[in-house]
């Protein structure tokens, strides 16, 4: 199997990876808890995890500038892939703008682009080469 296959398919799992926590995250805030112990808990563990999520987003962006890059000879060509890294560069850039608090609701937009990163990979993963 060639490397650059390899890259993909692990990129495609830290990215799942990354929009589960989302979900767990939505789960349990309709979930009612057996006891404040219990909530406290789930809040420390994922306090853990965002952490994780925080150096995964990072580790993703660089996989798949390697995977493209391999895959194609450049990340600068149209292609399924190359939309789908720029939507996880711009939402990393949304990341990084909230913190800084340069930008309002950023949870919220960087929420909603997670939706269309996810989109954009069963798109990739579907029709690599729709673009010809």
Do not use: D
């Not at 853990?48 to 600068?76: D, E, M, P, Q």
């Not at 190359?82 to 909230?98: D, H, K, P, W």
């Amino acid at each position: 199997m060639e490397i650059y296959l390899v890259l993909g398919e692990i990129t495609a799992f830290l990215l799942i990876l990354n929009i589960c926590y989302y979900l767990v995250k939505l789960y349990y805030k309709r979930h009612k808890f057996s006891s404040k112990e219990a909530k406290q808990k789930f809040i420390q563990r994922m306090k853990k995890i965002s952490i994780f999520h925080r150096y995964n987003g990072i580790i993703i962006v660089i996989l798949a500038i390697i995977h493209g890059t391999l895959a194609l000879g450049t990340i600068f060509t149209l292609h399924t892939g190359t939309i789908l890294l720029s939507a996880i560069i711009i939402n990393l850039l949304i990341y990084v703008l909230g913190r800084l608090k340069l930008l309002k609701k950023w949870l919220l937009i960087h929420r909603y682009m997670a939706f269309l990163i996810f989109i954009f990979l069963i798109i990739h993963l579907a029709t690599p080469s729709l673009f010809g």
